[in-house]
């Protein structure tokens, strides 16, 4: 009964890692959409996100907010007046315990497309 509950909470974490990337890939896009980007301001602009999704993961319990990896965003130009942007946000989650047969760390990653900016 005790491994049960072990297993269970080591995986619902997983849940959690989930909830918490996909939050920062959502500041992160609050933070574009709010932000216009210049091709002068592209390099300041990718820091800003990076910091956007690491503030909104501070205070979360089992998060270390440096290892969040903002991945470069991908920015097209759809029409003269319009750009679709998007970001991805990933954490590579670790089980708290060896299970076997199941691998031990995963990447928990979150992807958003904003368009009209």
């Not at 210049?38 to 290892?67: M, V």
Request: hydrophobic share 45%.
């Amino acid at each position: 009964m005790l491994l049960l509950s072990l297993a269970v909470i080591d995986f619902a974490r997983i849940s959690f890692f989930r909830f918490v990337v996909g939050d920062a890939t959502g500041a992160a896009g609050r933070y574009a959409m709010l932000n216009p980007v210049t091709e002068n301001s592209l390099s300041a602009w990718q820091s800003a996100l990076e910091i956007a999704a690491r503030e909104s993961a501070q205070g979360s319990p089992w998060i270390d907010p440096t290892a969040i990896v903002v991945h470069p965003a991908v920015i097209q130009q759809v029409n003269t007046t319009e750009k679709r942007i998007t970001l991805k946000v990933s954490y590579l989650f670790r089980t708290g315990f060896w299970w076997p047969g199941i691998p031990s760390q995963t990447t928990v990653s979150s992807q958003l497309t904003l368009t009209g900016l």
